[in-house]
C-alpha cells in the first residue's frame, strides 16, 4: 500500500472519472468473492471502482477493509463508489506514474 499526496490523489480520480465500476458490493457484502474480483481487477487495471448497492451506511469500513485485504490504497470515495489503486509490481507493466 503506497501513501498519495493530493496531487497524486488528483491525477487517479482524473484517470477513474471515465471507469465504469467492475466491482459490486451487493446485498451479500464483503464476500471472498468481491475481495478476490476486487484484487484481480487491480492486478489487470491498477485502478478500479468500486460500486455500493448495498451497506451504503458502512461503506468507509467495507472499503477500509477491502483495500487491506487486497494490498491496494484508497484514493476517494464519491458517492457510493470507492475508487482504489495498487500499483502494477513489475514497473513496465505500471499505467500510472506517480
Not at 2 to 9: A, D, V, Y
Not at 33 to 56: P, S, T
Amino acid at each position: 500500500m503506497i501513501e498519495l499526496n493530493s496531487k497524486q490523489r488528483k491525477i487517479l480520480e482524473k484517470a477513474a472519472h471515465d471507469l465504469q465500476p467492475v466491482v459490486i458490493v451487493g446485498g451479500a457484502g464483503m464476500t471472498e468473492g468481491v475481495i478476490q474480483m476486487a484484487d484481480k481487477a487491480l492486478a489487470d487495471h491498477e485502478l478500479i471502482k468500486v460500486k455500493f448497492n448495498e451497506y451504503k451506511e458502512e461503506k468507509q469500513e467495507l472499503t477500509t477493509e477491502l483495500s487491506e485485504k487486497t494490498n491496494s490504497t484508497l484514493v476517494r470515495i464519491i458517492g457510493n463508489i470507492a475508487i482504489l489503486f495498487r500499483e502494477a509490481e513489475k514497473e513496465e507493466d505500471r499505467k500510472f506514474k506517480l
